[in-house]
């Protein structure tokens, strides 16, 4: 895998889907950040039902604590872990709201200091609310990165590391949500769709399926 093959995957995945974006549904950096804690060994469908009813009703790490815990299973008991995540949820908002004036914060360290936090979600919250070019590496991420040898690593780290590295500048914003969706539809876990695929051709995958 070179620059060149890399580069022209890239532009292919951009011509497809010039603007990509989470499936997951918010309009806040507020709401982006409870979605992707609630996340977390869930599906984007699950979490999108239940912030559909959550969010009109509390929105705010004020409001989230009005709710109190107890208030916000109600709402969360169908996404799983929902005990732990309401638990770490009500502290992020109180941290939030002593801390950071109710404003999510758009660094890393203070992200990753709340309570149900860790880089991955720290990454998602900076490079979706706030445009910055990190990258989220999940199952998927992680899958397309090593079967594609666009950014091969043992570890998540490694792999992330290695995209921010080796991704050309021009895509490093949207990469993220590129290879998320290709694994999530494309280069799925147990088959890839390798006929379907469009960067086919330039994929050093060796047990292609038709």
Same mark, same amino acid.
């Given at each position: 895998?070179? *620059? ?17 974006? =989470?499936? /997951? ?7 982006? /950040? ?16 239940? !912030? ?25 008991? !169908? ?48 490079? =979706?609310? &706030?445009?910055?070019? !990190? ?6 991420? &992680? ?11 043992? !570890? ?6 290695? /995209? ?14 590129? /290879? ?12 890839? *769709? ?17």
């Amino acid at each position: 895998m070179n *620059k060149l093959k890399r580069t022209e995957i890239f532009t292919r995945l951009r011509a497809e889907n010039p603007e990509p974006r =989470t499936e /997951l549904n918010y309009s806040t950096p507020f709401e982006l /950040l409870v979605a992707v804690t609630l996340s977390a060994q869930a599906t984007d469908k699950g979490v999108n039902k239940a !912030t559909a009813k959550l969010f009109p009703v509390a929105n705010t790490p004020e409001a989230i604590l009005a709710l109190g815990e107890a208030g916000l299973k109600e709402y969360i008991k !169908t996404i799983g872990l929902f005990n732990s995540k309401a638990a770490n949820i009500i502290k992020a908002c109180q941290i939030l709201v002593t801390q950071h004036g109710s404003e999510v914060p758009q660094e890393r360290a203070a992200l990753e200091a709340l309570p149900g936090v860790g880089r991955k979600t720290a990454n998602v919250v900076l490079n =979706t609310a &706030f445009g910055q070019p !990190t990258m989220a590496v999940d199952t998927h991420i &992680f899958r397309v990165a090593n079967r594609t040898r666009i950014a091969p690593g043992k !570890t998540v780290l490694e792999v992330e590391k290695k /995209l921010l590295k080796l991704i050309p500048q021009e895509f490093l914003l949207d990469a993220h949500h590129w /290879l998320i969706l290709h694994g999530r539809y494309t280069c799925v876990a147990r088959k890839p *769709k390798c006929a379907a695929c469009i960067i086919e051709d330039l994929c050093e995958y060796k047990h292609k399926t038709e």
